[in-house]
């Protein structure tokens, strides 16, 4: 692997998901892609299984981001603050990469198979949460709800997120959630 | 469609069932469905379109009963108290089914496309009923929170209940849950 790898990787993403948003998920093809990005086809192979993988190589970023973070959260911390805790920080991990993930929401949005791919994903991450916290001694249904509500205030924050004017500020959207949550859920 | 039909559809759904549980849902098929039911392949299809929808038409019932629910609650009643009464009084359709629902629950988690199905169909569930707070005048992000955090608790009572020991009381377990819902989010 060269110097230029990394560099080939985000020209093929952003080449791929200017086309996925220009013609459709649907038409547009691998050797397109390679082209859009002045490479070729292998070297797109050398770096994603297929035109599904380059929307979602991110989610693993995310999650290991999240299961880290949850695990070394305080031994003091709440359940729910551990996770609040590390979705805040998740936006370590969105730097830079606002105008992609606006893309890819547009994308995944118009595609009834990407959004029920990034329905598993979210459900895998919510285990992955929960199982984390259940490592950290918090029993059941405790540790579940604090990862399905986690994942819930996860899901509406991105959204907000991405559907702001300007690029708001991704920490405090997730803050601002998490009271809300809290508000929502005691029956204000 | 004569006297005997309501019958017919039992008896399908109950010999699928247990084929799906003794074979396994891909090994079995709807000529062995209508078999052990003592009925023909054209009554099966008279009353599913596929071996799927047998695992999957009681979700039309159980959106429907949630939605009128919420839709139906007082008007002084906060989203969230909307939502768990409508999720307490789902034990009316679940009434002599939880056979079925176990047996279900047991064929579902051994497929990985059944558990991609029940995923969609939960995700379709959160967004009827934020869609059903927000016609009563619930602003967003609050109806779409109450409504995520109400399916989650909803996936999480059901598996209390059906893998409890005797036939524990779902109405119940739906209370108590929402109740460490609210714990959990306080950060308690």
């Known amino acids: 692997m060269g110097r230029w790898e990394p560099n080939a990787r985000g020209r093929l993403e952003q080449a791929a998901l200017e086309l996925y948003v220009e013609r459709g998920y649907e038409q547009t093809t691998v050797a397109e892609i390679a082209k859009r990005a002045g490479l ?3 070297t797109f192979f050398r770096h994603f ?3 599904r993988e380059v929307l979602f190589w991110g989610s693993g970023t995310v999650r290991d981001h999240l299961v880290n973070a949850v695990a070394a959260a305080p031994d003091s911390a709440a359940p729910i603050d551990a996770i609040a805790g590390a979705i805040e920080s998740v936006d370590v991990v969105f730097q830079e990469r606002y ?3 606006r893309r890819r929401q547009t994308v995944i949005a118009a595609n009834a198979e990407l959004r029920e ?3 598993i994903k979210l459900a895998s ?3 992955a949460l929960a ?3 259940r490592k950290r001694g918090v029993p059941d249904p405790a540790a579940s709800l604090a990862a399905e509500a986690g994942i819930a205030v996860f899901k509406i924050a991105f959204e907000r997120w991405i559907s702001g004017p300007g690029e708001p500020d991704f920490s405090q959207i997730v803050r601002e959630s998490f009271d809300e949550l809290k508000a929502v859920t005691a029956g204000g």
């Open 99 to 101: 105008e992609s993930a």
């Open 117 to 119: 791919r990034e329905l």
């Open 49 to 51: 299984a297929d035109k």
């Open 40 to 42: 070729t086809e292998r």
């Open 131 to 133: 199982d984390t916290l």
């Open 125 to 127: 991450l919510s285990a």
